[in-house]
């Protein structure tokens, strides 16, 4: 990470701030962008992300650093610390379905400030929310989610923001991208200009763009199955 990523992104840090992090896991996840926040040392941070990393890596280094005091996700599972931390009252956490957190990020930067889904009514998800009938149906109302700061990672970006994903590394990172008040992006690959037709994240959403540290990319869990024919061979 270059000292200019790093200044630029404590340029946009406040302690107590919304931060949106794109990333599943540890695929797309921003490691530059995410080693700058902790660096800065800011504080009381309310993180919206679809986890939190694990220990030591991606959003575990913020939970390592106590900077963050509330969790929007959907899933935090892989991480112990979170689990600590949670358990001992030093985090908030508000968990919501995969879908709805996506759509919650989405609403927000299309300036929907409410939606309603029948997602998670008559469950604990719905307690305390308005609630609608539709056709007979009922609705928990969800609001949209707009961030302070959001934080992606893409393959490609150009110089005028627009940005391109690779497979499945694009996960949450346009939802993010398109939730924030300010969205920095750090890419892999930066380019004078990407082909309209193959835009992912239009540059309207994206306020600066950053080259990317080269760097091993992490796999949070390895699933393998043996090859057709080493049954044959044996």
Same mark, same amino acid.
């Given at each position: 990470?270059?000292?200019s ?9 406040r302690?107590?701030?919304?931060i ?5 896991g ?15 040392? %800011?504080?009381? *941070?309310t993180? &919206?992300?679809?986890?939190? =990393?694990?220990?030591?890596?991606g #959003?575990?280094?913020l ?9 929007v996700?959907?899933?935090v599972?892989?991480?112990?610390l ?12 508000e ?5 709805t ?6 609403a ?37 989610? %707009?961030?302070d *700061?959001?934080? &992606?990672?893409?393959?490609? =970006?150009?110089?005028y923001?627009? #940005?391109?994903?690779?497979l499945a590394?694009r996960?949450?990172?346009p ?9 920095i992006?750090?890419?892999e690959?930066?380019v ?8 992912h994240?239009?540059g309207v ?6 080259q ?5 990319k ?17």
């Open positions: 990470m270059s000292r990523t790093s200044a630029l992104v404590a340029d946009h840090l302690d107590t701030m919304t949106a992090v794109g990333g599943f540890l695929s797309g996840i921003p490691s530059d962008l995410i080693e700058a926040v902790r660096d800065s040392g %800011v504080k009381g *941070l993180i &919206v992300s679809n986890n939190m =990393g694990v220990d030591g890596k #959003l575990g280094l939970l390592e650093n106590q900077q963050v005091t509330k969790v996700a959907s899933y599972g892989e991480n112990k979170f689990a600590r931390q949670y358990l001992d009252g030093l985090l908030e956490v968990f919501n379905p995969q879908g957190l996506a759509e919650r990020l989405r927000g930067g299309a300036g929907i400030p409410a939606f309603y889904t029948r997602t998670g009514v008559g469950t604990q998800i719905a307690e305390g929310k308005p609630t609608a009938v539709f056709d007979g149906i009922t609705y928990v109302q969800e609001r949209g989610i %707009v961030a *700061l959001a934080l &992606v990672h893409a393959y490609t =970006g150009d110089t923001g627009n #940005l391109r994903y690779r590394a996960n949450f990172n939802a993010v991208a398109n939730s924030g008040r300010v969205t992006a750090e890419v690959h930066l004078d200009a990407i082909d309209p037709e193959l835009v994240t239009p959403y994206v306020t600066h763009v950053v990317a540290t080269d760097r091993v992490d796999i949070e869990q390895r699933t393998t199955r043996p090859h057709p024919t080493q049954g044959a061979l044996a």
